[in-house]
């Protein structure tokens, strides 16, 4: 499972998607997630600005993603 780290409360679903490497444009992640391939803490999610928090689990396409905590980044 990748871990990908952000330095505020939440972000959105389809920045993690990007900020993951799993799409490559938020015109894809629009596509994937309306399309129901995107899960989110198990359940299908169908909110590309879903707010995602630290500990939540993105899966699509086989790939399980974890939001973490950035440590130690100077604002």
């Known amino acids: 499972m990748e871990i990908i780290n952000i330095r505020d409360d939440f972000i959105k679903l389809g920045q993690a998607l990007k900020l993951a490497g799993l799409v490559e444009s938020g ?32 899966e699509f396409d086989g790939n399980q993603v974890k939001v973490g905590k950035a440590v130690g980044l100077k604002v």
């Open 27 to 58: 015109v894809d992640a629009k596509y994937v997630i309306q399309d129901g391939q995107v899960k989110l803490n198990g359940q299908i999610e169908m909110q590309r600005g879903k707010k995602v928090f630290i500990g939540d689990i993105i």
